[in-house]
């Protein structure tokens, strides 16, 4: 069984994280948290997936 | 002998107008130039001075109460950061602020950051949307 940690971010990190790699440059420029970050998945979504 | 004096006075006097004008000519366009090119540096310091101002007022601004000004704030970042007005030290300052910014809580704890010794498989992040009016379920 795998183990998973949730994280929660605030709007403000997502919207950072999307800055960030709207100005380095593309996602593949900037750490994969970063990208994660960028992603962060909204509560409902997250659930349905997690079921 | 004496009309070739005088003609030699009076060429003497032709060349040496002319040469005059010339290096008055030369000294006008020199100052002409010198004049642009102050103009021009006037220019872009004030165009500095500017993008310097805007570029505290983003910094600034990306730490507000206001969640509308922190968001403008940090448009107002990438695009100053992006201009060719700024350094490579103020681009990797920008960097810096938006990843601290991506990083860092409300709490301002590094989420990224996990307890030493804590084995996870997958870390999987979520939008916290407790405060957030807009959230299903959220306040009306």
Do not use: C
Not at chain 2, 18 to 31: F, K
Not at chain 2, 47 to 63: C, K, M
Not at chain 2, 83 to 103: F, H, N, P, W, Y
Request: avoid cysteine; hydrophobic fraction near 45%; proline fraction near 2%.
């Amino acid at each position: 069984m795998k183990d998973k940690h949730v994280v929660k971010v605030t709007r403000d990190q997502i919207q950072s994280a999307r800055a960030l790699i709207d100005f380095a440059g593309g996602e593949d420029k900037v750490d994969p948290v970063i990208v994660k970050i960028a992603h962060a998945l909204r509560p409902s979504a997250s659930q349905s997936r997690a079921s | 002998m004496e009309w070739w004096s005088a003609a030699l006075a009076f060429v003497g006097a032709g060349l040496g107008s002319t040469v005059s004008w010339v290096v008055a000519r030369r000294d006008i366009a020199q100052r002409e130039a010198a004049a642009r090119a102050d103009v021009g540096q006037r220019i872009e310091q004030s165009n500095l001075e500017e993008w310097g101002r805007r570029f505290t007022a983003a910094l600034a601004g990306v730490s507000s109460e206001s969640t509308r000004q922190r968001a403008l704030s940090r448009v107002l970042l990438v695009q100053l950061g992006q201009s060719d007005l700024a350094t490579a030290e103020e681009k990797q300052l920008v960097l810096a602020v938006l990843d601290a910014g991506a990083r860092i809580d409300g709490d301002g704890e590094d989420v990224t950051r996990f307890r030493a010794g804590m084995l996870v498989d997958e870390v999987v992040y979520v939008e916290d949307t407790e405060d957030d009016p807009d959230s299903e379920g959220g306040a009306p």
